[in-house]
Structure formats: structure tokens, C-alpha cells
């Protein structure tokens, strides 16, 4: 597939609590993964941006829902939504408890959301939260999109058997993932064409 140009791609609203979310409008396809992953780095990857989401070293600085308007060239118009990261050890029980609501709320509940793409660590592999986290969206119909990020930090030879380890192991959980993982990277946007056409293959 071709580069995707993206001509429009602008913050709309930060969702804080259960409910406040923007009028129901264009799909959205969610982003979501532990923190630290490279979430946000993903977003201005796709979208072209150098600061369109914020991106931290501070793992969890992400609180709310974060919505942003996107059109790729010649398509409809998408929403893309940042989702808090997970599995960061320094939250309180209080936080924790908030994330789960806030993002199950959203994720069961929107009738627009057409993807949630879950974001991995290459370097890391898939862990407990993760297989918790494909689980969870399978059981409530909602089809995960599997990508490893920050591939450029893996030898050449490690990356495909990095992303076959990853299949491996939700297989191993029990899970059947509709479609092999994606590696990505946003240092050297390795990825960003296969996770488009995914992505605009209609339902991911
Ligand atoms: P939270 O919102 O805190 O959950 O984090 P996040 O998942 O949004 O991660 P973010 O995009 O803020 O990136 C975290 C750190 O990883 C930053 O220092 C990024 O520069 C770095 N990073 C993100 N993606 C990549 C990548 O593909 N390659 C490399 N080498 N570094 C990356
Ligand atoms: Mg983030």
C-alpha cells in the first residue's frame, strides 16, 4: 500500500470521567496497551505529526481519554482515541480502579469504536495484561489489532521471530488473534503503511 497522507489530524477533547465523551461522529479506533509502550508516539507516526499526541518518559501521564480528529486522504474523517496506559506498578489502587472504568465504559459502550489497536513493546513481548486485555475485548466483541512497537530497537534478525513469539504467546493463552501482529516503529516508521491498510481494511 502507499503512503497515507493525512491532511487533517487536530486535538478535539480529553474525556475524564465515564460518559463525557464527544458527541457520537465519525469511527474511532482506539489506542490502547501498558504504559510506556509508545502509544502516543504511534499516534503522530500514523498521522504524520511530530506533537500531535503527547508523548513523556514518565510512564502513566496519561489520565484521560484523549479524541482527535483525523482524515486520511481521501477517506472519511476517523477519531482516533489515546487510551490511559495500563500495568504501571506506581498507581494507586484508587487510579487503577479509574482506568478500568473509564476505559471499560468507553470500550463496551461506544457504538463507534471500529478498532482498538493494542500496542506491545518489542523489546518487552506480550504480558499478563496484555493476553488479560485481548481476552477481554474478544469476549466483548470488539476485534483487537495486534502491533509490537519500537522495533527499531531489535536486531533485524530478532524482529520476525519477535512477532511470531508474540502470536505464540496469545495462542498459548488461548487466543486466536484475527489477524498476525504488526511491527512498528516510530523512530523509522517501519510499519506505519502495513497498520494504515489494516487499519482501513474496514472492520480491524
Ligand atoms: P503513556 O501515555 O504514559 O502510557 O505512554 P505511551 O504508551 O503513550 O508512550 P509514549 O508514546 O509517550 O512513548 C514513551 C517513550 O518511548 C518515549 O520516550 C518515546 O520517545 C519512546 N518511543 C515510543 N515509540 C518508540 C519507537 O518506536 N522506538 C523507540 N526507540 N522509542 C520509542
Ligand atoms: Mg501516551
Same mark, same amino acid.
Given at each position: 500500500?502507499?503512503?497515507?497522507?493525512?491532511?487533517?489530524?487536530?486535538?478535539?477533547?480529553?474525556?475524564?470521567?465515564?460518559?463525557?465523551?464527544?458527541?457520537?461522529?465519525?469511527?474511532e #479506533?482506539?489506542?490502547?496497551?501498558?504504559?510506556?509502550?509508545?502509544?502516543?508516539?504511534? #499516534? %503522530?507516526?500514523?498521522?504524520? =505529526?511530530?506533537?500531535?499526541?503527547?508523548?513523556? %518518559? $514518565? +510512564?502513566?501521564?496519561?489520565?484521560?481519554? /484523549?479524541?482527535?480528529?483525523?482524515? +486520511?486522504?481521501?477517506?472519511?474523517?476517523?477519531r482516533?482515541?489515546?487510551?490511559?496506559?495500563?500495568?504501571?506498578?506506581?498507581?494507586?489502587?484508587?487510579?487503577?480502579?479509574?482506568?478500568? $472504568?473509564?476505559?471499560?465504559?468507553?470500550? $463496551?459502550?461506544?457504538?463507534t469504536l471500529?478498532?482498538?489497536?493494542?500496542? /506491545?513493546?518489542?523489546?518487552?513481548?506480550?504480558?499478563?495484561?496484555?493476553?488479560?486485555?485481548?481476552?477481554?475485548?474478544?469476549?466483548?466483541?470488539?476485534?483487537?489489532?495486534?502491533?509490537? $512497537?519500537?522495533? !527499531?530497537?531489535?536486531?533485524?534478525?530478532?524482529?520476525?521471530?519477535?512477532?511470531?513469539?508474540?502470536?505464540?504467546?496469545?495462542?498459548?493463552?488461548?487466543?486466536?488473534? +484475527?489477524?498476525?501482529? /504488526?511491527?512498528?516503529?516510530? =523512530?523509522?516508521?517501519?510499519?506505519? !503503511?502495513?497498520?494504515?491498510?489494516?487499519?482501513?481494511?474496514?472492520?480491524?
Amino acid at each position: 500500500m502507499s503512503v497515507v497522507d493525512v491532511p487533517l489530524a487536530e486535538y478535539l477533547v480529553e474525556a475524564r470521567s465515564s460518559g463525557s465523551w464527544p458527541d457520537v461522529g465519525p469511527l474511532e #479506533i482506539a489506542f490502547a496497551g501498558r504504559s510506556n509502550v509508545g502509544k502516543s508516539s504511534l #499516534i %503522530n507516526t500514523l498521522t504524520a =505529526r511530530k506533537a500531535l499526541a503527547r508523548t513523556s %518518559n $514518565t +510512564p502513566g501521564r496519561t489520565k484521560g481519554l /484523549i479524541f482527535f480528529r483525523v482524515q +486520511p486522504q481521501g477517506r472519511p474523517e476517523l477519531r482516533f482515541v489515546d487510551l490511559p496506559g495500563y500495568g504501571y506498578a506506581r498507581v494507586s489502587q484508587q487510579e487503577r480502579h479509574a482506568w478500568k $472504568t473509564l476505559v471499560e465504559g468507553y470500550v $463496551t459502550e461506544r457504538g463507534t469504536l471500529a478498532a482498538v489497536v493494542v500496542v /506491545i513493546d518489542a523489546r518487552r513481548g506480550v504480558k499478563d495484561e496484555d493476553c488479560d486485555l485481548v481476552e477481554w475485548l474478544l469476549a466483548v466483541g470488539r476485534r483487537p489489532c495486534v502491533v509490537l $512497537t519500537k522495533l !527499531d530497537k531489535l536486531a533485524r534478525n530478532e524482529r520476525k521471530l519477535t512477532l511470531d513469539a508474540a502470536r505464540a504467546a496469545f495462542a498459548k493463552a488461548g487466543l486466536a488473534l +484475527p489477524k498476525p501482529p /504488526i511491527g512498528f516503529s516510530s =523512530r523509522t516508521r517501519e510499519g506505519r !503503511d502495513a497498520l494504515w491498510a489494516r487499519l482501513l481494511e474496514g472492520p480491524a
